[in-house]
T-cell receptor
């Protein structure tokens, strides 16, 4: 079974620009969630997508948005980038309707905003 | 709102010694608890998880954790650490509603250093 893959692995953007990060979920998983991990911190939940709709959101502004596609892959879009958006962005997939759920994480995209 | 506290930012242990990493959570209902490990520049690997049943949970790489409801704790243990265990360890709490699982809330992590 394939794991979670994220692209690109590293990215440098300028303040004010927009960025799109991509995630392919693990085979058999139908839910994708995104996390932001600032340096030296634990991951923070951004939002989760199930059946192509946002299905839960953390404390992040609307300039953080996403998409989920019919093949369960997902995109995270961030508009009007700020310096504080520099972080490791982690994607995780899971099988939502399962009490024995667990999240499989990708290796992340390192975003640097200058 | 749910929260997770990992009181120890750094822990140093000699190779071969035992290990215990502390985790305290705050959650109104029965929590779903996880321990993840992260090597530098990498994603998160699941060590173990607890949903219900036996409060002592066995995981990968020889790790175990014990759920103690009365103490709101889910401490991670290993009887004998190896140099390869040096990494960042995260405790997380999740919830499961009728509609399915929700996002995880993570602690700030404990950095484990192994001394030769």
């Amino acid at each position: 079974e394939t794991g979670v893959t994220q692209s690109p692995t590293h990215l440098i953007k300028t303040r004010g620009q927009q960025v799109t990060l991509r995630c392919s979920s693990q085979s058999g998983h139908n839910t994708v969630s995104w996390y932001q991990q600032a340096l030296g911190q634990g991951p923070q939940f951004i939002f989760q997508y199930y059946r192509e709709e946002e299905n839960g959101r953390g404390n992040f502004p609307p300039r953080f948005s996403g998409l989920q596609f019919p093949n369960y892959s997902s995109e995270l879009n961030v508009n009007a980038l700020e310096l504080d958006d520099s972080a490791l962005y982690l994607c995780a997939s899971s099988q939502r309707i399962s009490r024995d759920y667990g999240y499989t994480f990708g290796s992340g995209t390192r975003l640097t905003v200058v | 709102a749910q929260s997770v506290t990992q009181p120890d930012i750094h822990i140093t242990v000699s190779e071969g010694a035992s290990l215990e990493l502390r985790c305290n959570y705050s959650y109104g209902a029965t929590p779903y608890l996880f321990w993840y490990v992260q090597s530098p520049g990498q994603g998160l690997q699941l060590l173990l998880k607890y949903f219900s049943g036996d409060t002592l949970v066995q995981g990968i790489k020889g790790f175990e954790a014990e759920f103690k409801r009365s103490q709101s704790s889910f401490n991670l243990r290993k009887p004998s650490v190896h140099w390869s265990d040096a990494a960042e360890y995260f405790c997380a709490v999740g919830s499961y509603s009728g509609g399915g699982a929700d996002g995880l809330t993570f602690g700030k992590g404990t950095h484990l250093i192994i001394q030769p």
